[in-house]
Nanobody
Framework: VQLQASGGGSVQAGGSLRLSCAASGRSFSSYGMGWFRQAPGKEREFVAAISWSGGRTNYANSVKGRFTISRDNAKNTVYLQMNSLKPEDTAVYYC????????????????WGQGTLVTVSS
């Protein structure tokens, strides 16, 4: 599975962005998908994950109520809608695919995209 993340950019605090992650390869619909982020000087952290069917989701406490993860298996794409953005959301955002799970740890994931930068100014 190859993953291509897009949709990052610069936005003021309180604004919104929608990230997309397009997957190529076989059996996208069988993978759990996740979004992680990494700010400068910090470790990669979990943001959100979604099961293969889209029926189950999981969020980091820091984004719960502001971010929404979704997927369209017909388009081989997973999305991250980010609302009410804060400066502390500034990071490179990565999408990842996990065979048979949708965990919150990077080690749960088998494939990673290249990352897209989100910058939130105050």
């Amino acid at each position: 599975v190859q993953l291509q993340a897009s949709g990052g950019g610069s936005v003021q605090a309180g604004g919104s962005l929608r990230l997309s992650c397009a997957a190529s390869g076989r059996s996208f619909s069988s993978y759990g998908m996740g979004w992680f982020r990494q700010a400068p000087g910090k470790e990669r952290e979990f943001v959100a994950a979604i099961s293969w069917s889209g029926g189950r989701t999981n969020y980091a406490n820091s984004v719960k109520g502001r971010f929404t993860i979704s997927r369209d298996n017909a388009k081989n794409t997973v999305y991250l809608q980010m609302n009410s953005l804060k400066p502390e959301d500034t990071a490179v955002y990565y999408c990842a695919a996990a065979g048979g799970s949708y965990g919150s740890s990077p080690v749960d994931y088998d494939y990673w995209g290249q990352g897209t930068l989100v910058t939130v100014s105050s």
